[in-house]
């Protein structure tokens, strides 16, 4: 028994010792020398592109490694010098046409400070595999120190299978790694990367940048310790609104063991602090993750200087050009470095034409210094000055990422003097539409917030003001707050017309999880009148609320079998309206579908009433990276006058949804003209007639045409068929700025803008005379979208630009001939044939102002066309037109 105890007690001391004598990752021997050749290199192209064709450059060198220090206790725990020798740089498509290094030495381009500071030697403190510390000098230029960084990162590496948390020049990184045979793989989670280097990007996913990565290095070992490690990372980047327009950055290291020769012995001492101390004590542990790299553009003209080059390209009549938001684009980028008082100067040089188009750059800009500078310049206690306040308000709403700060600024003027009624309610809607971005971003609980949310969830019952409580509606629909729900259900049943449809149209943009089944009932009431009359156009916008609000089988029969008892023309458009919720297979055409199998609800009686209002949907474009989509709902008095026009534009990108457009005319108690009578409910309503606008999920203020009996008879005869403005401006649709940390050392900067320049107007005409009306809805605009990349490493920089470019326009006109009855009513929607560009630019330059640039690009004509509605329209279309009729 004893000699038994005895052979597992050497069994197991045995196994202990050969369990230590694992390693946990690559060893170096003392009094050795260890060579390497090193090439690190960076790649920028568009994301089908050749590695020929890209644009960047490639740095080699020798690399030598020594041990200096190892723990007696822990030989797995080392402090190694690692120093870089001939150094060069070139470019990656040597000998092209653009190949600025040609001839050129590492000396020559960096300088003798900087080339010099790369090649004196650093330490590392690698434990089990990893890097524990780095060792450098402090004041050597933190592009020097990257670049080191990233070589001491490709050492890193585990001899075992597993998932670990990592430091690196990458930042805090999950890493999976992957054992077999003398291989492994190093697979980097780039998502899960922390670094101090934050970025932005648009609130709308339609409208934002859609981004991949990748990061894996192969290590090729030979007894524990590396042979090659071969790394590549690559980034792309690309606009989701056209997925073409895409940058791709591609980062390569690799590293080869080429031999040993003696070297110098370990270093005694304590530990690694002491021992690096006696090495050198100007040596500093300054971090394994990059430092942040401040860029000096050399030369770059200031923003008084970039002002007078391009304000000719800011005045009104150039906004319809695709040069104008290209134009306000590079406006932007140029105020984000400016100071509050550069930026003053410019907003007090501009000419009153162009100050506007300044006013949406600068506000835009969304720096500290551009928002001190925009409030500091405008007056909100004088009402003359509505115009540049309500484009600053509504830069504001279109903010692609705004912050508290700005909130506030907005909370700030809503208390102070206001000179404007107008203005006032501008500055309480768009509060609810920063509110929904922040709330979006989780900063929901940020005192400001917090605040604005009390001051319009309670601003309703705060008032008896109409006009206040319709402000309060506004902003609560903006901002989309689920506690709003309860507030938009009371007054959906309000006897307030105004009310009921702002509650009802808030009601259908909220996710249909929040829809309760009592917020259902109560539409349902609505629409089928059970406690009080209400106005055809009410129960129009309850329909629609209760068919896309995931209805059930019984309230959609129910609504089937109230058509026939309808008023008239309210008849003819819920026919249409399921008609067309079943030939454009929208969500609630199944259970639509089930309940017309009833006969009936299903029946010619029902389906074959005859009128003017009709609902249609379409496609305005379908490609594979976007879809967008139209719906034109129209709904006529029984006398035939417009009661209201509701056109929609969405767009749909990776299963996000843009509301893009709404523009909603609405008119009312206008029979007296044609000595008609009212509808039912609708005896007492006042003369009215306005627009109301929502663009890319921001509700605008609404604008009014014309209000009571004496207005209405004064517009109607001082009618000069010119449209009232709704909404004009230079608007940025998607911004995206992020810094791209690559492994080897290099920082990418990326930034995708997108801006749109835009003019929105409507009118209405009516001729007594002639008995006919004419709605009409204009859209202008201008896009461009751009994506930059630019790698700059002091001593060169290269860089890549996509994007494309596109002016176009579309008119909705509605023409009403009441002459005889029944009324002709021709709808048309018209786009016209556009120009579509796209283009590709790659760029180097040196310090010493030499540069290679390189552009394509490919132009096209879209043909116009005109939308199709149904088929009834065009028929009356023609009786409209033809001259003979």
């Known amino acids: 028994m004893l000699k038994l105890v005895v052979l597992l007690l050497c069994t197991a001391v045995v196994a202990t010792d050969s369990k230590k004598d694992v390693a946990a990752g690559p060893r170096l021997d003392n009094h050795q020398l260890y060579k390497f050749s090193y090439r690190t290199e960076v790649l920028l192209d568009r994301a089908g592109g050749s590695k020929t064709s890209s644009a960047g450059y490639r740095i080699t060198s ?278 509050e008082k550069e930026i003053l100067s410019v907003l007090k040089s501009a000419s009153k034409t162009a100050l506007p188009q300044v006013v949406d750059a600068v506000t835009s800009a969304q720096t500290p210094a551009s928002l001190d500078a925009i409030l500091s310049f405008l007056n909100f206690t004088d009402a003359k000055g509505l115009v540049l306040q309500e484009r600053f308000l509504y830069a504001c709403g279109f903010a692609s990422h705004p912050n508290e700060k700005m909130l506030q600024s907005l909370l700030d003027i809503s208390r102070g003097k206001i000179g404007s009624s107008e203005i006032k309610e501008s500055v309480v809607i768009i509060m609810g539409a920063l509110v929904n971005k922040l709330c979006h971003k989780g900063g929901c609980d940020s005192p400001t917030v917090v605040q604005v949310k009390k001051m319009i969830l309670e601003g309703p019952e705060g008032t008896e003001v109409e006009a206040e409580i319709q402000m309060f509606l506004l902003s609560l629909k903006n901002s989309l707050l689920p506690e709003a729900i309860p507030i938009f259900t009371k007054y959906a049943e309000s006897e307030v017309g105004a009310f009921c449809t702002i509650a009802l149209s808030a009601l259908q943009r909220y996710d249909t999880k929040l829809i309760t089944e009592e917020v259902k009932s109560m539409v349902n009431r609505i629409y089928h009148q059970n406690r009080r009359i209400y106005e055809k156009n009410v129960r129009s916008a309850a329909a629609d609320v209760i068919l896309s609000s995931n209805p059930s089988y019984e309230h959609v029969k129910n609504l089937l079998l109230s058509i026939g008892s309808l008023p008239h023309e309210m008849n003819k458009y819920m026919v249409s309206k399921i008609q067309d919720i079943l030939r454009f297979e929208l969500p609630a055409s199944k259970v639509v579908r089930h309940a017309m199998k009833d006969m009936v609800s299903h029946n010619y009686d029902r389906f074959a009433k005859v009128g003017s209002s009709s609902a249609y949907s379409g496609f305005m474009a379908k490609t594979a990276d976007v879809s967008s989509t ?155 979208v751009t994506g930059n990349v630019t790698v700059d490493m002091d001593f060169v920089r290269t860089g890549m630009e996509v994007s494309f470019e596109t002016e176009a326009s579309l008119d909705f006109i509605t023409t009403v001939q009441f002459s005889n009855y029944p009324f002709l009513v021709c709808i048309q929607m018209d786009k016209t044939t556009f120009p579509f560009s796209e283009y590709l630019t790659k760029y180097e330059s040196l310090p010493s102002g030499k540069s290679s640039v390189s552009s394509k690009g490919r132009k096209q004509l879209v043909p116009g066309s005109e939308f199709p509605l149904h088929q009834e329209n065009s028929n009356m279309c023609k009786k409209v037109f033809d001259s003979d009729w």
Request: a neutral charge; aromatic letters at 6%.
């Open 630 to 784: 139209y719906s034109l709902d129209i709904l006529y008095s029984g006398s035939g006058i417009m009661r209201r026009s509701n056109m929609n534009i969405y767009g749909a990108s990776s299963g996000a949804t843009l509301h893009g457009l709404q523009v909603a005319i609405e008119a009312q108690g206008l029979e007296t003209l044609i000595a008609a009578t009212p509808d039912e409910g609708e005896q007492d309503l006042e003369s009215y007639a306005g627009m109301s606008a929502l663009l890319f999920d921001v509700q605008l203020r609404p604008v009014t045409f014309f209000k009571g009996y004496s207005d209405l008879m004064s517009k109607i005869f001082s009618m000069s068929g010119e449209p009232v403005n709704v909404v004009k401006g230079l608007i940025l649709l998607t911004d995206h700025s992020e810094v791209i940390q690559l492994q080897s050392g290099v920082k990418a900067s990326a930034e995708f803008q997108g801006g749109l320049a835009i003019d929105i107007s409507g009118g209405m005409e009516i001729s007594l005379w002639y008995r006919e009306s004419k709605t009409s809805v204009n859209n202008r605009g201008a896009l461009v």
């Open 62 to 339: 020798d690399v030598s490694a020594h041990l200096v220090w190892r723990d007696p206790g822990n030989k797995d725990d080392q402090l190694i010098q690692l120093a870089m020798s001939d150094v060069g740089v070139e470019s990656v498509a040597p000998g092209s046409k653009r190949d600025l290094l040609k001839g050129s030495t590492a000396e020559s381009l960096m300088g003798k400070g900087p080339l010099g500071a790369l090649t004196r030697p650093y330490m590392i403190h690698l434990r089990n595999g990893k890097v524990k510390a780095f060792y450098s000098y402090r004041e050597e230029p933190a592009t020097i120190k990257n670049l080191k960084r990233g070589l001491a990162s490709l050492l890193q590496v585990q001899l075992n299978t597993g998932k670990v948390i990592e430091n690196d020049v990458s930042g805090r990184c999950t890493v999976q790694y992957r054992a077999t045979n003398g291989q492994v793989t190093r697979t980097k989670l780039l998502e899960t990367c922390q670094t101090s280097e934050t970025g932005f990007t648009t609130h709308s996913q339609v409208l934002g940048v859609s981004k991949k990565a990748s990061s894996v290095t192969s290590f090729t070992l030979s007894d524990g310790f590396i042979e090659s490690a071969e790394a590549e990372e690559v980034h792309i980047l690309a606009a989701n609104s056209r997925r073409s327009a895409a940058v791709k950055v591609v980062s390569r290291q690799s590293l080869k063991f080429v031999g040993r020769a003696a070297g110098p012995l370990e270093v005694p001492g304590k530990d690694v602090a002491s021992v690096v101390a006696s090495v050198d004590a100007k040596l500093a542990a300054v971090g394994v993750m990059a430092e942040q790299v401040k860029s000096q553009c050399k030369g770059c003209p200031t923003l008084v200087e970039h002002w007078q080059a391009n304000k000719d390209q800011f005045e009104p009549e150039r906004l319809s050009k695709a040069m104008a938001p290209r134009s306000f684009l590079a406006f932007i980028q140029s105020i984000r470095k400016a100071t």
